[in-house]
Structures are given as C-alpha cells and as structure tokens.
C-alpha cells in the first residue's frame, strides 16, 4: 500500500485501499453491519437467486466481473476446447476420406500431412491462430473441408473478440481511477455561514482531471412508516450546498463538501448527544468521467454515527508558494475544534439561530444591560432544549 512505503500520509482514507479506522472513543452498543465499507464496497450478499441463467444471458458482462484468476482458466479454455473440438473434426473428415492410409502418389487428401489425432490437432491450431508453417494444408479435394476451414476461423474470430475483448475491460475498468480519489477518514458539524452544516472533504491525487465530476449524500437508516412497515435501509437523498446550484464540482484541489441541515435534512433533529446513540450511516458517492479515457469512474465511502466529528471543521491544505497554489496532503484529514451549539438544528431555530446562540454565549462584545439580561433568558432556554435534545438521545 502506498501509505505504508511513505508514499502517502496516514490521516486521509485512499479508496479500495485501505480501510482501517480509527477506533471510536466511546460505543454506547454493538453496531449493525454498515451498508458500504470505507473502501467504498458494498457490504451486501446476493442469496438464494433462484433465476442463475440470467447471469448467462449477458456473458460478457458476467466474464468482466469474474476474478482474474476464473477469467483467466476461462480464456484458456475456450482456447484449448476449441482447437481439440476442431482437431476432432480434422481427424473424422481425414478418416472419413481415407487421409491417414495414403496409397499411392495419385491420391490427393483432404488435408496433407494428417496421419494421426495429434497432427489434426496441430493443423486446427495452425488455422484457429493463423501460424501457417506449411507442412499442413487444405486442398480442393473436399468441399466439406473448405466449409469446416470457414467455420473454424469464424469461431476463433468470435472467441478473440469476446476474450480479448474482456481483458481489455477488466485492465482499463473504471474503478482502477478511483484508487486516487479520497475521502477524509471522518466527516465533521460545525458552523459555516452561520448555519449549523455537515462537511466532508474529498480530493483527487492526479493531476488528469475528472471532468463533470458530481458528488451525492444519502443518509442509510432504519425507519419505520405510519402505516407501520418497517424499511431496514432506508436511502435517504441529502442536499448539498453549491453556489452554483448544482453538484458539479471543480476537482482540481481537495474541496469540502458542504450539507447545510436545515428543515429538509434528516439529520434536522440530531443534537451533540443524539449522534453518539443513533444508527446511522452517511454515504458520499463521487462521480464523474475520467479525462484520459472517457470513462465513467465512481468512488465511494460512507461514515457511521462515531466517526461524525461535532465541533471541529476542517484544516486549510491549499497554500501558494512562488506563484503556485500548493497542496499539503499532509493536512488532508486534520480537524481542529470550534465553537458549536451541541443541541440540534431544530433547537437553534426554535431560539432564533445561530445569531442568537452566539449572543446568548457572550461571544458577541457589543450590546447594552437589557441585551445582556435578554441574552441570559435565552441561554437558560438553550440550556433547557439541549438538556432535553441529550435526554432523548439516551
């Protein structure tokens, strides 16, 4: 792995690369199973698929997401099992002709130089892969011959195809991009633009751009209807903040994307306290195309409830140095602790916002005698609300 020769630091997360994770500090019970790995694989089994011919129907797909070692017994097979089926033919339209007791110099066989099964098995790789030493040849004497020559390279034509064809996809597939897209270990809550937002921050190591490169969030968690079902996963949309209305991104440095909890959110009801006890997972999907080969490539990753930072936001990577914008990956995954309401979103709308969360906390220096009495009311009912966010959540 590239973190372990020195290559790369150890405080960001490279995809399908390394997933080891910080132990949490605290865990109030055993977890479920998480939906989608850090390394961005999905953690689900595929059981009891009653209908398996399916998977026949599309064989090129199903060859591409084999692994390489099957892919591989696969194409040596095909190979192998076509030339002694031909080799067979060879050797019947031979006996069948009286080709393996030549008599006489008049006699002119179907094939020359065919006295045996190996020297047909010789002859029908020399026409599959077109190696033509020239002991071996067909002749005009059988016109069965000449048909089972055409439908020999026919078929040799068909298995390079899908054969090569499938090597060439499982060596140039999309997800070899991604091992160079990151995602910080944790994801961090804190205040930006006066209002109380989720962040994560994602970054591309090569300098070949991912062109129209979008980024999506889905909050996965157990929910229960009003008509009582109950949806073990749940996949829940997330908004993200863009200034150009969009989830297009400009991938050039890491960039920190930005989820603003407002009524919309699912996390609207969350405080400080709830986060520590509620199960549920944040999952980033980051897609785009890759600028050298004009495919689709897509990283993933996804962050439980204890990997979720309240208070802390993110630390500057991107400096400029003698003209140029550097990049410190050394910073990539670093948080340091801000101040941060710990009761939830809805809380801090209730009293009036963050404005009035600052106020109430002295951190506003202006104000006269009245202010400050007011700002003490409005501290003891944040205080009440927080207590009573942290008493649900346990």
């Not at 030339?83 to 002119?108: N, P, R, S």
């Not at 010789?122 to 892969?129: A, D, K, N, T």
């Not at 073990?232 to 209305?245: A, E, K, R, T």
């Given at each position: 792995?590239?973190?372990?020769?020195?290559?790369?630091?150890?405080?960001?997360?490279?995809?399908?690369?390394?997933?080891?994770?910080?132990?949490?500090?605290?865990?109030?019970?055993a977890?479920?199973?998480?939906?989608v790995?850090?390394?961005?694989?999905?953690?689900?089994?595929?059981?009891?698929?009653?209908?398996?011919?399916?998977?026949?129907?599309?064989?090129?797909?199903?060859?591409?997401?084999?692994?390489?070692?099957?892919?591989?017994?696969?194409?040596?097979?095909?190979?192998?099992?076509s030339?002694?089926?031909?080799?067979?033919?060879?050797?019947?339209?031979?006996?069948?002709?009286?080709d393996?007791?030549?008599?006489?110099?008049?006699?002119?066989?179907?094939?020359?130089d065919?006295?045996?099964?190996?020297?047909?098995?010789?002859?029908?790789?020399?026409?599959?892969?077109?190696?033509?030493?020239?002991?071996?040849?067909?002749?005009?004497?059988?016109?069965s011959a000449?048909?089972?020559?055409i439908?020999?390279n026919i078929?040799?034509?068909?298995?390079?195809?899908?054969m090569?064809?499938?090597?060439?996809?499982?060596?140039?597939?999309?997800?070899?991009?991604?091992?160079?897209?990151?995602?910080?270990?944790?994801?961090?809550i804190?205040?930006?633009?006066?209002k109380?937002?989720?962040?994560?921050r994602?970054?591309?190591?090569?300098?070949?751009?991912?062109?129209?490169?979008?980024?999506?969030?889905?909050?996965?968690r157990?929910?229960?209807?009003?008509?009582?079902?109950?949806?073990?996963?749940?996949?829940?949309?997330?908004?993200?903040?863009?200034?150009?209305?969009?989830?297009?991104?400009?991938l050039?440095?890491?960039?920190?994307?930005?989820?603003?909890?407002?009524?919309?959110?699912p996390l609207?009801?969350?405080s400080?306290?709830?986060?520590?006890?509620?199960?549920?997972?944040?999952?980033?999907?980051?897609?785009?195309?890759?600028?050298?080969?004009?495919?689709?490539?897509?990283?993933?990753?996804?962050?439980?409830?204890?990997?979720i930072?309240?208070?802390?936001?993110?630390?500057?990577?991107?400096?400029?140095?003698?003209?140029?914008?550097a990049?410190?990956?050394?910073?990539?995954?670093?948080?340091?602790?801000?101040?941060?309401?710990?009761?939830?979103?809805?809380?801090?709308e209730e009293?009036?916002?963050?404005?009035?969360?600052?106020?109430?906390?002295?951190?506003?220096?202006?104000?006269?005698v009245?202010?400050?009495r007011?700002?003490?009311?409005?501290?003891?009912?944040?205080?009440?609300?927080?207590m009573?966010?942290?008493?649900?959540?346990q």
């Amino acid at each position: 792995m590239l973190s372990r020769k020195g290559l790369l630091p150890d405080d960001y997360l490279l995809t399908r690369l390394a997933e080891d994770v910080q132990q949490p500090k605290f865990r109030a019970k055993a977890r479920k199973a998480r939906f989608v790995a850090k390394n961005g694989a999905c953690n689900v089994a595929h059981t009891n698929i009653r209908e398996q011919g399916r998977f026949l129907q599309d064989v090129f797909t199903t060859l591409v997401d084999l692994k390489w070692i099957h892919t591989l017994i696969i194409f040596t097979m095909s190979f192998l099992c076509s030339w002694l089926l031909f080799g067979m033919v060879w050797w019947l339209v031979a006996f069948a002709h009286g080709d393996l007791d030549q008599k006489g110099e008049e006699f002119v066989p179907c094939v020359t130089d065919i006295h045996s099964f190996s020297s047909a098995f010789l002859f029908s790789i020399e026409v599959q892969v077109t190696i033509g030493f020239g002991g071996r040849m067909i002749t005009e004497e059988c016109p069965s011959a000449i048909i089972i020559l055409i439908v020999q390279n026919i078929v040799g034509l068909v298995i390079n195809a899908i054969m090569l064809g499938c090597i060439f996809m499982k060596t140039a597939q999309a997800n070899r991009r991604a091992e160079t897209l990151i995602f910080s270990k944790h994801a961090v809550i804190s205040v930006r633009n006066n209002k109380l937002c989720f962040m994560v921050r994602i970054g591309d190591l090569r300098k070949s751009m991912i062109i129209s490169a979008t980024v999506r969030m889905q909050v996965v968690r157990r929910t229960n209807t009003p008509e009582g079902e109950i949806v073990p996963l749940d996949q829940i949309d997330i908004h993200i903040d863009n200034p150009v209305g969009t989830n297009g991104i400009f991938l050039v440095s890491p960039l920190i994307i930005c989820h603003v909890i407002d009524k919309s959110s699912p996390l609207f009801e969350l405080s400080a306290g709830d986060l520590q006890h509620e199960e549920l997972e944040v999952i980033v999907v980051l897609e785009g195309v890759v600028e050298t080969t004009g495919i689709t490539t897509q990283a993933r990753t996804s962050y439980l409830s204890e990997e979720i930072l309240w208070g802390q936001r993110f630390v500057p990577t991107v400096s400029e140095e003698d003209g140029m914008y550097a990049v410190d990956y050394s910073k990539f995954g670093h948080t340091v602790k801000v101040p941060t309401p710990c009761c939830s979103a809805r809380t801090l709308e209730e009293v009036g916002g963050i404005s009035q969360f600052k106020l109430s906390e002295g951190l506003t220096p202006r104000g006269t005698v009245r202010r400050r009495r007011g700002a003490a009311a409005k501290r003891s009912r944040i205080e009440f609300l927080t207590m009573k966010d942290n008493d649900k959540g346990q």
